[in-house]
Each structure stands twice: as C-alpha cells, then as structure tokens.
C-alpha cells in the first residue's frame, strides 16, 4: 500500500516561493509518474503538474513558468517549486502517483494523503 505523505505548505505572500515536497512509499513509486493537484473548498481536485518516469513534464496553464515539479526516485520523493505565488494558488495540495495517457492526460492511481495547505496572504 503506497503511503502519500505531503509537506511544505505554509503561509507565503504574493510573489514568493514555497517548496512542497511529497514522500511516497513503495516500489509503485519508481514504476510511475506522479503528480500533484490541488483543491480549493467546494472545488474538484485539480490536476497542478505531472512528471513521469522519464522526466517529462506537464502543468497547468495557469501555474505553467512559475512552479516547477521534479522528482527523486533515489529518495521517492517528488517536489513542486512554486514560484510568483498567486493569491489565486492558495489551496490544499496533494501529490499522487498517476497514469499518464498519450493525449497528456493524468489520472490519479492511490489513496489520497493528507495534503498540505498554501496560503497566501502579504
């Protein structure tokens, strides 16, 4: 049973970073792409950026050129830099591990973790 467990999140103003890290446990790690996703109250989880195996990357159109996802598979462990942070980014973030199709679309394989939560407030 592969164990999610997200962290990082906190309070940041508008226009700066935060680093979100995500520790998966198990071999499923290695075997897929992960992602991360966010949830706003109300809101369906949403899909922020991906990774796969290979490295390649995906993001949202609105978080596209400011967070960046990275993986260390040494560690099992994956990260979203989140730079220029936005009023609008404030959410609940949480990390998967994920299929990636070939049209580029993700889908969500394990259990969900705890999430972490941004908030952005100067």
């Known amino acids: 049973q592969v164990q999610l467990v997200e962290s990082g999140g906190g309070l940041v103003q508008p226009g700066g970073s935060l680093r979100l890290s995500c520790a998966a446990s198990?071999?499923?790690?290695?075997?897929?792409?992960m992602g991360w996703y966010r949830q706003l109250p109300g809101k369906k989880r949403e899909l922020v950026a991906g990774?796969?195996?290979?490295?390649?990357?995906d993001y949202a159109e609105d978080v596209s050129g400011r967070f960046t996802i990275s993986r260390d598979d040494a560690k099992n462990m994956v990260y979203l830099q989140m730079n220029n942070v936005k009023p609008e980014d404030a959410a609940v973030y949480y990390c998967?591990?994920?299929?990636?199709?070939?049209?580029?679309?993700?889908?969500?394989?394990?259990?969900w973790g705890q999430g972490t939560q941004v908030i952005v407030s100067s």
């Open positions: 198990g071999t499923i790690f290695r075997d897929n792409a």
């Open positions: 990774i796969t195996k290979s490295g390649l990357t």
């Open positions: 998967n591990a994920v299929f990636r199709d070939d049209d580029g679309r993700y889908f969500s394989l394990r259990t």
